[in-house]
Structure formats: C-alpha cells, structure tokens
C-alpha cells in the first residue's frame, strides 16, 4: 500500500492590509481605487451623460416618444417577442417532451439536433434562413416555387418563425430539465 502523500509549505507571514489593499501606513493605501473610478466614470459615464442630455434637451427630446411611428415600433416589438416566444416554447417544449417522455429510437441524436441552433452565431443562421427562403434559394427551387412572389421570411410570420426556431434550444433545455426529473410511473 502507498502511504498518502502530502505537501507542506512553510507559513507565510500575513501582513495586516489596508480596506484598500495596502499596508498600513502606506500613503497611497486610501486612494488606491481614485484612478479605476476616474476612468470609469470618464469612459462609461461622459457618453451616457450625452445620451441623457440629448434625449431630454436635444433637437427630438421627449416628444419624439409621443410619435406615432415610435409607438407603432415598440408594438411591433412587443408582438414579435411575444410570437416568438410562444413558436420557441411550442417547438423547444414539444421536443423535449419528444425527447424526455418517449421511448423512441435515437431521441438523444434528437436532443442534440434540437440544441443546434444554439451553436450557430445568429449572424450565420440569419444568412443561411435568408438564402434557403429566397424566391431564388434551394427551398424555393426544390418547391418548385421560384419566382412566385416575396422571400416569406420578410412577413410578420417569417420573423417569428425564425427567431422561434433559433431560441427553441432555450425552451428546450427548460422543459427537458423539468421532463426527467418526473419519476417514471411503476
């Protein structure tokens, strides 16, 4: 039998330190944070303080949230992530419950196609959706569809199918986390 082993390291001795991380009596001990905080405030601070000042006194001020085209756009936001948080969690949900409650063949090969999009840079996935559904793409030439009318991602239902189908992994990890902990029924 091998008799453990342990190294030993002679103590070092603690020096009492400052709140700041000085010795004590180090003149510098109190300011040691002053020049971290200066370049804080001037890097981080100076521009956001432009951005307040000319979003309430600027040439468009306050009144430009009024605007009906303003308005119109943060509704067109709200809707699109609602739409697509709801096709995410259908499709994302609908997967894991596939791939968690179910005895079918190769259900792990499916949890790992379903986490796919999360692997892909959203620069890449947007590219590729926009290639495969352009009236020009594979899709529409495999379809038979070529020439006949808009790319349809460019609809309201487009944009929520696909930013569905990118933040499905989420809701899947979500879901199947929540599907295998139910104990199995006897």
Known sequence: MIPAFRLRFPARPRLPLTEA???PGDPRAGRAG?????AALLLAGLPLG??????????????????????????NTLVTALASTVAALVLGGGAALLAG????????????LA?????????????????????????????????????????????????GVEHMPIAFLAVIGAVTRIPAEP
Do not use: C
């Open 50 to 75: 432009f951005i307040a000042v000319e979003a309430v006194a600027g040439r468009l001020g306050l009144g430009l949230l009024g605007d009906g085209r303003v308005l119109q756009a943060g509704l």
């Open 34 to 38: 002053l020049p971290a905080v200066a």
């Open 115 to 163: 986490l796919l999009p999360m692997l892909i840079p959203s620069q890449i996935a947007a590219l590729a959706w926009g290639r495969a559904f352009d009236p020009a793409g594979p899709l529409a030439r495999v379809l038979g569809l070529g020439g006949f009318g808009p790319n349809p991602l460019e609809s309201a239902w487009g944009v929520w199918l696909v930013m």
């Open 101 to 112: 409650l179910t005895d079918l063949p190769g259900r792990r090969g499916f949890a790992a």
């Open 21 to 23: 991380g000085g010795p």
